[in-house]
């Protein structure tokens, strides 16, 4: 059975329980996506969790009837009644050259199909899951219908496996871990823009840390520019013009200026402050700016979709004959970055779209060059015909974390039209100027996103050395503290972050609350260890160890930072 088929043909059995239960209900469309279906309605009332339990019992009893899923003839009459009570359905079938119809019972509706051959074929293979806002059309300037949302799957098992596999993304839900473990809030004072409390704040920075460490080592010059910029910037750019609905706007001594969207003309005005030799190329400018972009409310979503971001950025210009060697090493660089966190990735090519800036010779050599830096590193990729964007071709990067989900976060993009607009030239061997090519490029793509990504990759348990707190002391009696004391400042003095929980509490309370908070190692300090002077270390895996030396405690924690080990 195909897949697609099956999903359309659920969103079809979704939408006859829907106006089984609510007659009154208007029909928007429900075509089948990634892993299931939607449908959208026009409804009155907002449909409730009960609502959804109703709706997919009635869909269960439909699909006992057997109907048949077949074309449906409708005479002009048969149309145009059909068309007053579904307004929805005429706007979409003035779109169609011949509209058709499908019937399954006494279920009539406007698609093109193909569909299974009756209900019982979809009988237990779907799920509902939730309900949401939906604007028709994707069209904020139209009325907003209420979406439901369902699971499908070819079998019964793979439909149990998927919700099993959704159970656990609920229970790494980085929103969720993020108020958990005092890593970020998102407030209505700021819609979108999220605050890292001391915890986040502290991952955000050792990444950049790391990063940064990363390229000052293949000699990366780190640039800083200004949020605000000149409306004649943005112009310039082809900013103001193409992507105005995205960005936030000022005035500052009666002149517009905008905060910017991305970082790319500010770097570019860096490269313009003085004349380059090809002596210099390759440049390699980075920069971590923070980006602000008005995103529909509809869409926002903890750190996965925010108005205000660091972006990793980096500008590379160089030559044309050092462009393959420079992907070759955005590749290593990229790759290098996301084994540290144990990620797999795939890879894919996007080429010349139908429109598209520059010549086709120009792009020929372009597309070359990134798939031979592919070749050269024998890796497997996916080409996706005319899928670049119009200034030039790229590789894309998806990150598969530990459930097997992928995150589109690193791109390797060439730019035909900065060097363009903006007039770069460079000095050559032949004293003329000449045309540098522009290689942008982010491996995090934002901060924010890729932080959310580690909470549920990891399920809040760090390694070691991207943990804000490493190591929990809890004291067993009072008697303890003075030696968990002499321990913290041990730890201290050799850069381990560590927290003490001295409180008169249970011990069993106290290992209960350090384990929800995700620390990776717990020290039990009671009489035993005082007078041992030794340490009952617990591991995040529930073991434990006992009468361990602080000097061998400390050599265990220096290894596995220095490696970043992950466990």
């Not at 019982?120 to 028709?136: D, F, P």
């Not at 372009?366 to 030039?392: H, M, P, R, V």
């Not at 770069?424 to 045309?435: A, F, S, T, V």
């Amino acid at each position: 059975m195909d897949l697609e088929t099956l999903r359309h043909s659920c969103s079809h059995l979704l939408a006859q329980a829907v106006k089984e239960l609510y007659p009154k209900v208007k029909l928007g469309m429900g075509p089948a996506i990634e892993n299931g279906f939607y449908y959208d309605f026009d409804k009155a009332e907002p449909f409730t969790p009960e609502d959804l339990k109703k709706i997919e019992k009635k869909m269960y009893e439909i699909a006992k009837r057997k109907l048949p899923i077949e074309k449906a003839k409708l005479t002009k009459k048969e149309q145009t009644d059909f068309f007053k009570i579904e307004p929805y359905k005429k706007e979409l079938a003035k779109e169609l050259k011949t509209p058709t119809f499908f019937k399954q019972g006494d279920f009539i509706d406007l698609c093109k199909g193909p569909h299974v051959e009756n209900t019982k074929e979809l009988k237990g293979l779907y799920k509902l899951s939730k309900v949401a806002g939906a604007y028709w059309k994707g069209d904020s300037n139209n009325k907003q219908l209420q979406r439901i949302y369902g699971y499908a799957f070819e079998s019964k098992d793979k439909l149990k496996a998927f919700r099993k596999l959704l159970e656990e993304a609920e229970r790494r839900d980085h929103k969720k871990l993020g108020k958990q473990l005092e890593l970020f809030s998102i407030h209505d004072e700021a819609p979108g823009m999220p605050f890292f409390h001391n915890k986040g704040a502290f991952i955000f920075e050792t990444l950049k840390e790391y990063l940064t460490q990363e390229l000052r080592g293949l000699n990366y010059e780190l640039n800083m520019t200004p949020i605000i910029l000149n409306k004649n910037l943005w112009l310039q750019s082809g900013h103001w013009d193409h992507y105005q609905d995205n960005m936030y706007f000022t005035k500052i001594d009666k002149q517009d200026f905008a905060v910017k969207p991305m970082n790319c003309p500010g770097n570019i005005l860096i490269f313009k402050t003085k004349l380059h030799s090809y002596r210099e190329l390759p440049i390699k400018a980075g920069e971590f700016g923070l980006v602000h972009r008005h995103e529909l409310s509809g869409v926002l979503s903890g750190l996965f979709r925010v108005r205000v971001f660091t972006q990793d950025d980096a500008h590379i210009y160089c030559t044309e004959k050092q462009l393959k060697d420079q992907i070759i090493e955005l590749i290593d660089l990229i790759d290098r970055v996301y084994s540290t966190f144990g990620f797999t990735y795939d890879l894919e090519l996007s080429t010349r779209p139908e429109k598209a800036m520059g010549a086709k010779k120009t792009w020929d050599s372009a597309e070359k060059s990134l798939k031979q830096a592919l070749e050269t590193k024998k890796l497997k990729y996916k080409i996706n015909e005319g899928d670049g964007a119009f200034y030039g071709p790229k590789i894309d990067f998806h990150i598969k974390d530990a459930l097997g989900r992928g995150w589109q976060c690193g791109t390797i993009q060439l730019d035909f039209q900065m060097p363009e607009k903006f007039d770069l030239n460079y000095e050559g061997k032949d004293g003329k100027k000449h045309r540098p090519i522009m290689l942008h490029r982010t491996i995090f793509g934002s901060f924010e996103r890729f932080i959310g990504v580690l909470i549920e990759h990891f399920a809040g348990k760090f390694p070691l050395w991207l943990s804000p707190v490493q190591v929990k002391i809890l004291t067993v009696t009072d008697r303890a503290n003075k030696f968990a004391e002499k321990i913290i400042t041990e730890l201290k003095e050799n850069n381990i972050r560590v927290e003490i929980d001295d409180r008169s509490e249970s011990i069993s309370k106290k290992v209960r609350e350090a384990t929800l908070q995700k620390v990776n190692y717990i020290l039990t300090i009671g009489d035993k260890e005082v007078e041992n002077k030794t340490l009952a270390v617990r591991h995040r895996s529930g073991k434990v160890d006992f009468g361990v030396t602080t000097k061998k405690f400390l050599q265990q924690l220096q290894k596995e930072i220095d490696t970043k080990q992950i466990k």
